[in-house]
């Protein structure tokens, strides 16, 4: 066969991207595919920045984190900064794409992104583009899937950081707040909270009362516990608050940057509380170092399966897990909406009943 298959990273890193790259080329290559590198995601596709990957190229990628291919969480083609006269204006260049695909003769493209990535693989496909999407975010948070690889990692590296702060918690009589990412979705929170032992979990999908998080650590008080960890999704609010805003962003996808959550809890606490309150932020700690052997297994399925569905002219779909099957779903559909915690959910019960306080 002389089909040439394009690979693009697109969004935030995560661990497992090099991962799924090793087994689009090694499954390729079996087939009889040949496989092209595209440098910093769409920033690459717009400028035409590609080059071959072969079976060399992947060796050794299985554990290494970040992306061999570079990534971006801006440059959207269909809102491309490009410069004019000396001043920097946006132009749509999603065409530019199409004809470097064409002149390359790229038959199809496997983009590995969240959901700001698909959603301009999608746009692209209505140009003609044959894409087949891959599910990355550390956030867990496209509702099409029921896994996206690199969740599961992040939640060892905050259950990590949850074992290490219970033991200084508990020394200094403390009460120890860890900030995580997540976005919207509080899903890194939820896992790592119950993982990683937390008292009280402020997630996104539950506004908490701050009278009851007080009423939570002096109970523990009350009965001996003199110190108390919490975990705050970056996108926890109160009931009578908003979304704790680092940065406002306008040249990127998601217009605001999420940050500060953690440094507002603890204020809040110092003056209601007895003892005394100190925050960490996890940060990019979360999306770094090396993937944990589920996201390995489950970045190499991702990767073997999006060959497959090229093969099979699945076009326009992302590659989903359902269960522990495999399979395809349209884009749009994986796109739609963000996969939040439900009220209803089963992790979110099971935490309430062995006493976990979530502000509400």
Not at 28 to 37: E, F, I, R, S, W
Not at 80 to 92: L, R
Not at 192 to 208: K, N, Q, R, T, V
């Amino acid at each position: 066969m002389s089909e040439k298959i394009a690979v693009l990273t697109g969004g935030g890193d995560c661990p497992g991207l090099n991962a799924v790259i090793r087994a689009v080329v090694r499954s390729a290559h079996h087939k009889g595919l040949a496989v092209v590198g595209v440098r910093d995601g769409f920033k690459g596709a717009v400028e035409g920045d590609f080059f071959p990957l072969g079976l060399k190229d992947v060796s050794g990628l299985l554990p290494r984190g970040g992306t061999i291919l570079g990534t971006t969480n801006r440059d959207n083609p269909f809102s491309y900064f490009i410069e004019e006269n000396g001043k920097k204006v946006q132009k749509d260049c999603s065409g530019q794409i199409l004809k470097n695909f064409s002149d390359r003769g790229i038959d199809s493209l496997i983009a590995i992104g969240g959901d700001g990535s698909l959603a301009i693989a999608s746009q692209l496909t209505e140009q003609g583009l044959r894409v087949i999407g891959v599910p990355k975010t550390i956030d867990n948070d496209l509702r099409a899937t029921d896994l996206t690889f690199g969740f599961q990692t992040a939640v060892e590296t905050a259950r990590d950081a949850l074992d290490k702060l219970h033991t200084t918690a508990e020394s200094h009589h403390r009460v120890m707040i860890l900030e995580v990412m997540g976005r919207y979705a509080g899903w890194i929170a939820l896992y790592a909270g119950i993982a990683g032992g937390a008292d009280i979990i402020l997630l996104p999908e539950i506004p908490y009362d701050l009278a009851r998080v007080v009423q939570a650590i002096q109970d523990r008080v009350a009965n001996h516990k003199k110190f108390s960890i919490i975990v705050a999704a970056e996108g926890a609010r109160s009931q009578t608050g908003e979304m704790v805003i680092e940065r406002r962003q306008e040249d990127r996808p998601d217009p605001i940057r999420l940050g500060g959550i953690g440094a507002k809890v603890a204020g809040d606490l110092e003056s209601l509380i007895d003892l005394e309150t100190r925050v960490t932020v996890l940060g990019h700690l979360q999306r770094g170092g090396s993937p944990n052997a589920f996201d390995r297994i489950l970045a190499t399925r991702y990767g073997a399966a999006a060959v497959q569905a090229v093969l099979e002219k699945k076009f326009n779909t992302m590659v989903a897990l359902k269960g522990q099957e495999i399979t395809t779903v349209p884009l749009k559909e994986a796109i739609r909406e963000l996969k939040r915690v439900d009220a209803d959910n089963q992790v979110l019960l099971a935490a309430r009943q062995i006493g976990i306080k979530f502000g509400d």
